[in-house]
């Protein structure tokens, strides 16, 4: 008879605010609503009143920023039992499911992590680039010549088109569609919606209410995710498919048992999450930060229109994802105290390796907040300075596919079209759900395709 497993442990409640590092002189209250309307100000300021360790009050609750490589590296190589990174992304449950390899800790989660790997590595993800390419290109030639327009919603339909057709696999193109008009709905699109997601905001008001909206959405959304689960479990060709979600179909654990239809649910959820909305805002700052380096937009392009090197896309891609990471925090709960930079934290407290913060530090990146994407030729980046998909065991898992997408999609546009900024005012930032964005989509003209 199969053991039975002990009920986790209830998590620690948060520890009172005197127990944690002084933060920012501003009202409590200032800083939930700054968090969404003004989050890099809200860091900055942090830094600045208080150094690389300070604590934030943010609408998940209290949480404690820190900017400095040795202990972000403390952080991602510490106990995973007491680092509890799944507790951390308890908020964004409602979207993923509680099976989601974000919202697992401990020995699950490593389980989990060795079967949602191997679909992202090796020659398949060659195949993946073509289609990548191909989609871009079809959403390239409906793009209006001569008019001003965002670029972010671009972006955010051609990542999804990949997530559809890579990762789910899905090849009825009434369903496809179905799903590229539900999947939109299930974000909140910045501002205060951003909040619906939290405990306290989760009321159904009537069927206009955020909150039912959201459920109604999420429902219609899982109704074609279950089909397709269930038809593809009984494909004959399923061996010989390549997409994510066959691939997952056909894994086993160590046991030998596959993962269940839920599981795959919440997995294609979190992959969704995880590489459609911060990809489609990686690829909008890059442009916008190109605009406003007429030289390296100039090298960028001949290198598109050149033939098969790389290296300086990929010091682009890499430099928008240090000026600019799409998630500016990560978080990990602590189920035990912790020591990291001389401050001893309680149990119950939350711990924010801070991405943003670390990406622009004097120290590691001379004058950080320019874009110079030549700082990536010839080396690669420090392991714990250079952290837009994590680090350690929660690393994201997709994290060569999206750079790989990256390359991709910013290749094909730039080989087939002249843009130039809509403004010659570089766009601020705001959020958007988890992402921070381009606040005016990264405007653009297309002057003519190449």
């Known amino acids: 008879m199969a053991a039975v ?169 009434a369903r496809a569609a179905l799903l590229r008009r539900l999947i939109p709905q299930l974000l909140p699109d910045g501002g205060l919606s951003t909040l619906v997601l939290l405990p306290a905001f989760r009321r159904d008001l009537g069927p206009r209410s955020p909150w039912r909206r959201f459920l109604a959405a999420r429902a219609a959304v899982d109704r074609v995710l279950f089909e397709e689960i269930a038809e593809r479990r009984t494909r004959a060709d399923l061996a010989e498919r390549t997409d994510v979600l066959s691939l997952l179909v056909q894994a086993r654990d160590e046991e030998g048992e596959p993962l269940t239809d839920r599981e795959l649910r919440d997995e294609l959820m979190t992959l969704l999450l995880a590489g459609h909305e911060t990809t489609a805002t990686a690829l909008a700052w890059t442009f916008e930060l190109l605009h406003r380096r007429p030289d390296a937009k100039a090298r960028a392009v001949a290198e598109a229109r050149g033939g098969t090197e790389t290296a300086y896309l990929d010091a682009v891609g890499a430099e928008a994802l240090r000026l600019k990471p799409p998630i500016p925090m990560v978080a990990r709960r602590l189920t035990a105290p912790f020591e990291v930079a001389g401050h001893v934290l309680p149990a119950g407290a939350r711990l924010g390796p801070n991405i943003l913060l670390t990406h622009r530090r004097l120290d590691l990146y001379p004058d950080p907040y320019a874009f110079r994407p030549e700082r990536f030729l010839g080396k690669g980046p420090e392991t714990y300075s250079f952290l837009p998909f994590g680090g350690g065991i929660r690393r994201c898992v997709g994290a060569a596919f999206a750079q790989l997408e990256l390359r991709t999609v910013l290749r094909t546009v730039l080989a087939g079209a002249d843009l130039e900024p809509a403004s010659e005012r570089p766009e601020r930032t705001r959020r958007r759900a988890v992402v921070l964005t381009p606040a005016g989509g990264a405007r653009s003209v297309l002057v003519r395709r190449a």
């Not at 979207?95 to 020995?107: C, Y």
Request: overall charge negative; some cysteine.
């Open 5 to 173: 497993a002990e009920p986790p442990a209830p998590p620690a409640p948060p520890p009172p605010a005197s127990a944690l590092p002084p933060g920012p002189s501003i009202d409590p209250r200032r800083q939930v609503l700054a968090w969404v309307f003004r989050p890099e100000w809200l860091m900055e300021r942090g830094r600045e009143e208080c150094g690389d360790v300070f604590t934030m009050h943010l609408p998940i609750g209290t949480i404690v920023s820190v900017a400095d490589p040795a202990a972000i590296k403390q952080v991602f190589t510490g106990d995973p039992d007491v680092l509890r990174a799944g507790e951390g992304n308890k908020p964004l449950e409602p979207v993923l499911g509680p099976e989601s390899l974000l919202l697992l800790d401990g020995p699950r989660h490593l389980k989990r992590r060795r079967l949602v790997l191997p679909p992202f590595h090796g020659d398949r993800l060659e195949v993946y680039a073509r289609d990548m390419a191909a989609l871009t290109e079809q959403d390239l030639a409906t793009w209006p010549a001569g008019t001003p327009f965002a670029l972010e919603p671009r972006m955010r339909e051609i990542t999804l088109a990949v997530i559809v057709r890579v990762v789910f696999g899905i090849e009825d193109d």
